[in-house]
C-alpha cells in the first residue's frame, strides 16, 4: 500500500532543554516508516514511475516544440520551453529528491543557491545589455 | 567474522591487508599529527602553517618596500616585482586569511558551542592537507619556470592568452589557476562542515540568539564561502582553457569579453573580502567583553549586522570594476549598495565603543589588538566609503590610495584581531600564559609600524603614484613617503619577531595557564587548558548567552556582580589523570590516513594540468579516485579495542 | 534520546550520555543529508557561471569568428534520446532508494546498475556528439558556440561521471554486504546528487539545444 506523502514531519529529538514538544507522527504512518532513523514518509515506486512518465511526456512536447520554429513566434516557443524546463525541475526536486517530504529546512537551502545565482549572474549578465545597447 | 566476511573485507578493503595502511590509533605522538581528525590539533595545524606563509607572504612585501624605497629601484626586476606582489597577494588572502580564520574557528566553534568535534572530522582533516599541499604547489613554481605574475586577481586577458602570444610568459598563471581551484575545493570542504556543524551540533540550550558572536560571524563567512568559491572557480577553469586550449571565453577576436571575468572574478572577490574580516569582527565580539567586564553591547544588533553585511556583500561586486566602462546606470546602482554596507559595519563600530564604555577596562595584550582593529578598521572604513562615490573612485583606483584602503582593514582590521586572538587563546591552546611586556611590545610596534607603513600611501595615492607598478622616476615627490613606508615595514617585521619570541619563550618558561586566566564569558573557557581530546566530560546544558559567565557570576539587587561558589562555577570537571576519553565512556572519531593521501593526489592532478602530462594527471586520478573510496568507506570511528587491549592504549598509546 | 533528562548536581545541569547510533542534531536533519544540500546548492552558482557564460555569448559568432552554428550541428532526436535516458535514471536512482529503504537488496543493486549503465550510456552518447561535432569542423577553439558548449557541456559530464563511479562504488558495497537498510541514507545521499546533475542538464538540454537561435 502506497501512501502519499504528507508534510508530517518526523523529527529527530532536538537538543532543546526547554520541553519541545517533539512531533509524532499519526499511528498509521508509523507502519509505513521502516526501522531506519529519520526516514521521512516516501511515496511508492508506482508514484515515482508515474512521474517518469510525465516527465518523458513533457519532453516529448518540448522536443516537438523546437521543431516549431519558423512556424510559431520563437517568443512563444522559448516561454514555453522555459516552463517545461521548470516543471520538471519541480518535478524531481520535489518527488525525487523528496524536497516535498523533507524537511523545508533543505528546500531553503538550495533556494538559497538557486536564486542566489539567478540573480547575481542576471545583474551580470544585464550590464552587458547596457554596453550593448550603446 | 565468518570466513566469507573476511573473504569479503579483503577483497572489497584492500586497506585492511595491507599493514602500512592499518587505521592508526594513536592520538599522541610526531606521527598523529598526520592523521589526527581532533579539531584542536587540526586547529593548530591550520594556524602554525597559516602563520608560515603570512612570513612567506610578510617576506615577499618587505622585498616590494625594498624596491619601491627609492625611485628607479634596482632591488628587483620588473618580471621579479610582477611575481612578488602577485605572490604577496594571494599568499596574505588564501593562505593567510582564509586559514587562520580556519585555524581559530576549527579549535574553538565546537568548545563554544558544546560540541565534542565538527560534524565531519575526516573532511576537516582533508581541508587542512588541500591548504597545506595547495599552498606549498603554488610556491613550488618559484622553482618550476616562474610564479604567477598576473597579479592575485589574475585579470584576463593578461593570464588568459595562450603561452604563445606570450603576454605572461611562463606557467605563471597555469600555477594561480590550478593552485586557486584546488584551494578553493579545501574552503568549500571547510564550509561545509562548519555550517553543518554550527546548525546541527550545538549543545542542549544553546539556542542560536546564545551563540558567540564569533560562532555567528564564522557561520556567515562559511555561508559566503560556500556560495562564492563556485565562481571564481568557474572563472578560473575558463582562464586556464583559454590559455591552454585555445577557447574564445576572454579572446575578444572571437568575441569574448574579458569584462565577464571581472564580473566572475568579483562575484567571489567581493565576498571574500568579508569572508576575511568577519571572523576578526568576531574575535574583536569576544575579547571586548571579556576585558571590559561587560557584556557585548547590542547582542542581537551585532549578529543581524553581520547577517546584513553576508548578505548585501553580494550586491556590491562591481565597484571593483567603477573604471571598466559598464555604464552609468550599472555604476550608480553598485555605488548605492555600497554605500548601504556601510551602515551595518559602522553599526557594528558603534556597538563595540558601546561594549568597552562604562566598563571596567584591563589594558592586556588582547585588548590593546581588539582596540587597535577599532581605530583602525575604522580608517579603513572610511577610505572604502570614498571608494564608493564612483567620481572619486575614478581617481583612486589603481593608485595607492586602494593600497592603503585594503590594508588598514585587512591587515589593520584582520591581522590586528588575529594577533588579539593569538594572544587571547594562547593559554587554553597551549596550557602557557604568553609574556605580557613581550605582548605589549609586539603591539606597540606593529601599530607604529603599520600606520608608518601604510598611512602615507593615501597621499602617495592622492599625488597619483600607481598600484602594481615596479617602480617610479625621480621628480615625482614620491621618495620620502616610500622610505618612510619601507622603514614601517621593517618594523611590522621585528613587531612579528617579538611575537615569534614570546611564543617560543614561554613554551617552557611561561607561567602555567589555569583554565580561566582572563576571567572570560564564554564555554571553551570552562575546559582545562589545554582541553582533553573530548573537550567535555559532561556535554554543558545551556541557560544563557555567555553561559560561563552566568555559572560564575549573578548580580545582586543593585546589579553588582556576586560570585557564585566555586562548586557552581567548576563545569564537568574531570581528574587530571584521567584524560582518556574512553575511560569515561566517550567515543571520539578515530584518526585516518586517508585525507592527507587524497589530498596528495590534488597536486598530482595540479602538475599533470599545468605541464599537460597525461602520465601524472592519470596517476593523480587513479590516488584521488581509490583514497576518496577507501575515506568513504572507513568508518568514522573504529570498533572499540578489547578492554585488555584498551589498559594497553591508555598506558602507551598504541594498539599492540 | 526523546526528552533531554536533566540530572542536576551541585556542579550545575549536565546532559545524559549520548545514546549511541541515532545522533540527535539541533535541526533535527542528518548532518550528511545537510551536508549534500548545501554542497549541491553551491553547485547550482558554480554551473551558473557556466550557463550565464552561455548566454552571454550566444550568437556573438555571426558577427565574429563565425564557424559552424548550433543548427548545424545538432542532432535534436540523437540528444532527445541521450536525455531521455538521463532522466529515466533519475528514476531508477530513486527506485533504489525505495528498495533499500524497505530492505530489498537485490533490487537495489539491480536500479543502482540500472543507473549506472543509463549514465554510461548518456556519456556515450555525448562523446559521439562530441566526435561527431569535432568532425564537423567545431573545436573548442573554433569559435564562442565550440568554447562555451564543449565547456558547459564537458564539465556536466565529468559531474555525471563522478556520479557513474559513486553509484558503482554503492553497489560494491551492497554486494560485499557492507551496505545494511540502516546505511540507507548512503544512498540517498548519492541519489541527491545524482538527481541534481540530472536537473542541470535538464536545463542544458533545453536552454542549447532546443531553444531556438536567431
Redesign the interface.
Known amino acids: 500500500m502506497t501512501h502519499q506523502g504528507t508534510d508530517l514531519?518526523v523529527?529527530?529529538?532536538?537538543?532543546?532543554?526547554?520541553?519541545e514538544q517533539?512531533a509524532l507522527p499519526p499511528a498509521e504512518a508509523v507502519d509505513q516508516i521502516?526501522?531506519?532513523?529519520?526516514?521521512q514518509v516516501?511515496p511508492?515506486?508506482r508514484q515515482?514511475?508515474l512521474?517518469?512518465i510525465v516527465?518523458?511526456v513533457i519532453?516529448a512536447f518540448?522536443?516537438a516544440?523546437?521543431?516549431l520554429?519558423g512556424d510559431v513566434n520563437?517568443n512563444l516557443?522559448?516561454l514555453f520551453?522555459?516552463v517545461?524546463?521548470a516543471v520538471?525541475?519541480f518535478l524531481?526536486?520535489s518527488?525525487?529528491?523528496?524536497m516535498k517530504q523533507?524537511?523545508p529546512?533543505?528546500r531553503r537551502?538550495?533556494l538559497?543557491?538557486?536564486v542566489?545565482?539567478?540573480i547575481?549572474?542576471?545583474?551580470?549578465?544585464?550590464?552587458?545589455a547596457?554596453?550593448l545597447l550603446? | 567474522m565468518t570466513t566469507v566476511e573476511d573473504a569479503h573485507a579483503l577483497v572489497l578493503a584492500p586497506e585492511r591487508r595491507i599493514r602500512i595502511l592499518e587505521r592508526p590509533r594513536r592520538t599522541t605522538g610526531v606521527w598523529s599529527w598526520f592523521t589526527t581528525v581532533d579539531h584542536k590539533k587540526i586547529g593548530i595545524l591550520y594556524g602554525s602553517t597559516a602563520i608560515l606563509f603570512f612570513m612567506a607572504g610578510g617576506i615577499e612585501a618587505l622585498f616590494i618596500r625594498l624596491q619601491l624605497a627609492r625611485p628607479n629601484g634596482t632591488v628587483l626586476s620588473a618580471a621579479r616585482y610582477n611575481e612578488f606582489f602577485t605572490m604577496h597577494g594571494t599568499t596574505m588572502v588564501f593562505l593567510l586569511g582564509m586559514p587562520i580564520a580556519a585555524a581559530i574557528g576549527n579549535y574553538f566553534v565546537p568548545l563554544m558551542i558544546g560540541a565534542r568535534d565538527v560534524a565531519f572530522p575526516r573532511l576537516n582533516m582533508l581541508g587542512y592537507w588541500i591548504f597545506l599541499f595547495g599552498g606549498l604547489f603554488l610556491y613550488s613554481s618559484f622553482f618550476l619556470g616562474g610564479a604567477p605574475d598576473g597579479g592575485w586577481f589574475g585579470y584576463a586577458p593578461l593570464t588568459s592568452t595562450p603561452l604563445s602570444q606570450g603576454f605572461l610568459p611562463g606557467r605563471g598563471p597555469d600555477f594561480w589557476a590550478v593552485g586557486l581551484i584546488m584551494l578553493g575545493i579545501g574552503s568549500v570542504a571547510t564550509a561545509v562542515n562548519f555550517l553543518v556543524t554550527i546548525l546541527n551540533m550545538r549543545a542542549p540550550g544553546m539556542t542560536m540568539m546564545r551563540l558567540p558572536v564569533f560562532v555567528w560571524m564564522m557561520l556567515v563567512v562559511a555561508f559566503l564561502t560556500l556560495f562564492a568559491m563556485p565562481s571564481v572557480t568557474a572563472a578560473l577553469i575558463q582562464v586556464f582553457m583559454d590559455r591552454n586550449f585555445h577557447t574564445n571565453f576572454f579572446n575578444a577576436a572571437a568575441g569574448g569579453d574579458p569584462l565577464m571575468y571581472q564580473h566572475l572574478f568579483w562575484i567571489f572577490g567581493h565576498p571574500e573580502v568579508y569572508i576575511l574580516i568577519l571572523p576578526g569582527m568576531g574575535i574583536v565580539s569576544e575579547i571586548l567583553p571579556v576585558f571590559s567586564r561587560k557584556p557585548l553591547f547590542g547582542y542581537a544588533i551585532v549578529v543581524f549586522s553581520g547577517i546584513a553585511i553576508g548578505f548585501l556583500g553580494w550586491g556590491v561586486w562591481a565597484h571593483h570594476m567603477f573604471a571598466s566602462g559598464l555604464g552609468p546606470v550599472a555604476v550608480s546602482a553598485f555605488s548605492l549598495s555600497t554605500m548601504l554596507i556601510a551602515i551595518p559595519t559602522g553599526v557594528k563600530i558603534f556597538n563595540w565603543l558601546g561594549t568597552v564604555w562604562g566598563g571596567q577596562v584591563r589594558l592586556a595584550t588582547p585588548m590593546l589588538f581588539a582596540l587597535g582593529f577599532i581605530a583602525q578598521f575604522t580608517i579603513g572604513g572610511l577610505s572604502g566609503v570614498m571608494h564608493s562615490i564612483v567620481p572619486s573612485d575614478t581617481q583612486q583606483t589603481d593608485t595607492y590610495f586602494v593600497v592603503a584602503h585594503f590594508h588598514y582593514v585587512l591587515f589593520g582590521g584582520l591581522v590586528f584581531a588575529v594577533f588579539g586572538g593569538l594572544h587571547y587563546w594562547h593559554p587554553k591552546i597551549f596550557g602557557r600564559m604568553l609574556n605580557e611586556r613581550i605582548g605589549k611590545t609586539t603591539f606597540w610596534l606593529m601599530v607604529i609600524g603599520f600606520n608608518l607603513t601604510f598611512f602615507p600611501m593615501h597621499f602617495l595615492g592622492f599625488e597619483g603614484q600607481p598600484r602594481r607598478t615596479y617602480t617610479y622616476p625621480k621628480g615625482m615627490g614620491w621618495d620620502t613617503l616610500n622610505l618612510l613606508s619601507t622603514i614601517g615595514a621593517f618594523i611590522i617585521a621585528v613587531s612579528v619577531l617579538t611575537y615569534l619570541v614570546n611564543v617560543i619563550y614561554t613554551t617552557k618558561r611561561g607561567p602555567i595557564a589555569s583554565r580561566d586566566p582572563w576571567d572570560a564569558r564564554t564555554l571553551e573557557w570552562s575546559t582545562p587548558s589545554p582541553p582533553p581530546e573530548y573537550n567535555f566530560l559532561h556535554t554543558p546544558i545551556v541557560t544563557h548567552r555567555d553561559e560561563w559567565w552566568h555559572r560564575k557570576y549573578t548580580e545582586d539587587d543593585e546589579g553588582r556582580l556576586v560570585r557564585l561558589p566555586a562548586g557552581a562555577a567548576v563545569a564537568m570537571d574531570e581528574p587530571a589523570d584521567e584524560p582518556d576519553a574512553d575511560a569515561h565512556g566517550i567515543h571520539m572519531p578515530s584518526p585516518s590516513y586517508w585525507p592527507m593521501v587524497f589530498a596528495l593526489a590534488l597536486p598530482t592532478l595540479g602538475y599533470g594540468f599545468v605541464f599537460k602530462n597525461w602520465w601524472i594527471l592519470a596517476a593523480g586520478a587513479t590516488l584521488g579516485l581509490f583514497a576518496i573510496s577507501a575515506l568513504a568507506i572507513e568508518p568514522p570511528t573504529e570498533p572499540e579495542p578489547e578492554p585488555a587491549q584498551r589498559e594497553l592504549v591508555a598506558a602507551t598509546g598504541e594498539v599492540h | 534520546m526523546a526528552q533531554a533528562v536533566v540530572a542536576t548536581t551541585e556542579h550545575g545541569a549536565v546532559a545524559p550520555a549520548d545514546a549511541h547510533g541515532t545522533h540527535a542534531t539541533n535541526t533535527g536533519v542528518s548532518n550528511a543529508k545537510l551536508g549534500i544540500w548545501l554542497f549541491l546548492s553551491s553547485e547550482a552558482l558554480f554551473f551558473g557561471a557556466f550557463i550565464a557564460t552561455y548566454f552571454l555569448y550566444r550568437g556573438r559568432d555571426a558577427q565574429f569568428l563565425k564557424g559552424p552554428k548550433p543548427s548545424d550541428m545538432f542532432n535534436i532526436p540523437f540528444t532527445s534520446v541521450t536525455s531521455f535516458i538521463l532522466l529515466m535514471s533519475s528514476l531508477t536512482m530513486v527506485l533504489a532508494l525505495a528498495a533499500i529503504q524497505r530492505g530489498d537488496h537485490r533490487q537495489l543493486r539491480v536500479w543502482l546498475l540500472a543507473t549506472a549503465l543509463f549514465g554510461l550510456t548518456f556519456i556515450g552518447g555525448q562523446l559521439f556528439e562530441f566526435t561527431e561535432f569535432y568532425r564537423g569542423g567545431l573545436k573548442l577553439s573554433t569559435n564562442m558556440f565550440g568554447t562555451t558548449f564543449f565547456v558547459l557541456t564537458g564539465i556536466h559530464g565529468a559531474h555525471v561521471t563522478m556520479g557513474i563511479v559513486w553509484l558503482l562504488v554503492l553497489w560494491g558495497r551492497s554486494s560485499g554486504g557492507h551496505l545494511p537498510q540502516a546505511k540507507s541514507e548512503a544512498v540517498e545521499i548519492a541519489g541527491l546528487y545524482w538527481h541534481f546533475v540530472d536537473i542541470v542538464w535538464i536545463f542544458i538540454f533545453t536552454a542549447i539545444y532546443l531553444i531556438p537561435q536567431h
Open positions: 514531519e523529527v529527530e529529538p532536538k537538543g532543546e532543554v526547554e520541553a517533539v521502516p526501522a531506519t532513523a529519520g526516514v516516501h511508492g515506486p515515482y514511475v512521474i517518469g516527465l518523458v519532453t518540448e522536443v516544440a523546437s521543431y520554429e520563437s516557443i522559448i520551453l522555459g517545461a524546463a520538471k525541475f524531481v526536486c518527488w525525487y529528491m523528496h523533507d524537511a529546512f533543505f537551502v538550495f538559497v543557491g538557486l542566489g545565482a539567478t547575481v549572474y542576471g545583474i551580470a549578465l544585464t550590464t552587458f547596457a554596453t550603446k
